[in-house]
T-cell receptor, first 116, second 108 residues
């Protein structure tokens, strides 16, 4: 079974440019999460999709970040325009939608974004 | 507000020297306490899920335990391949929240 796939694995862009990160979750996983780790600090929650709906986007830093999940399958995270402080590693994770108890989330390898 | 605090930040062990990592948490409505391992340049790899106080899970040299306020990850007789950053996370009503992690280095 394929795991969570993210691409690109690395991206270097100039300040002010636009970058789009993509995540393909494990097939059948309705929950999809975006996280990022900045400057070696803890992994910070960005947002949570259930199927194609945004369940929680409380972690999105500002309106330069836009996440979408087309048809409840893959998701994209667009940063426009990128700023230096957006540099970091962006992780995507997915998990199945189950009853009251949570199940573990499976992570992708991450996209390392460098804004210069 | 839900919080996860891990200690120590870093741990250096000799091969075979057992130790424990701590994860303290406060949460309203715990729906799972999770341990992950992360190697450099890779995404977090799932290790354990604990749901209720008193629960324990084991995998090779690792054992995770849970109380109402904290979780421990015990590493018994570690080997160099156990070197990694260990992340503790919790799930409450949807999102996963993680601690800063404990970086473990095991030397031969």
């Amino acid at each position: 079974e394929a795991g969570v796939t993210q691409f690109p694995s690395h991206s270097v862009i100039e300040k002010g440019q636009t970058v789009t990160l993509r995540c393909d979750p494990i097939s059948g996983h309705d929950n999809l999460y975006w996280y990022r780790r900045v400057m070696g600090k803890e992994i910070k929650f960005l947002l949570h999709f259930v199927k194609e709906s945004k369940q929680d986007e409380s972690g999105m830093p500002n309106n330069r970040f836009l996440a979408e999940r087309t048809g409840g399958t893959y998701s994209t995270l667009k940063v426009q325009p990128a700023e230096l402080e957006d540099s970091g590693v962006y992780f995507c994770a997915s998990s199945p939608l189950v009853g009251r108890q949570g199940t573990e989330a499976f992570f992708g390898q991450g996209t390392r974004l460098t804004v210069v | 507000e839900d919080q996860v605090t891990q200690s120590p930040e870093a741990l250096r062990l000799q091969e075979g020297e057992s130790s424990s990592l701590n994860c303290s948490y406060t949460v309203s409505g715990l729906r799972g306490l999770f341990w992950y391992r992360q190697d450099p340049g890779k995404g977090p790899e799932f290790l354990f899920t604990l749901y209720s106080a008193g629960e324990e899970k084991e995998k090779e040299r690792l054992k995770a335990t849970l109380t109402k306020k904290e979780s421990f990850l015990h590493i018994t007789a570690p080997k160099p391949e156990d070197s990694a950053t260990y992340l503790c996370g919790l799930r409450s009503w949807g999102k996963f929240q993680f601690g800063a992690g404990t970086q473990v280095v095991v030397t031969p």
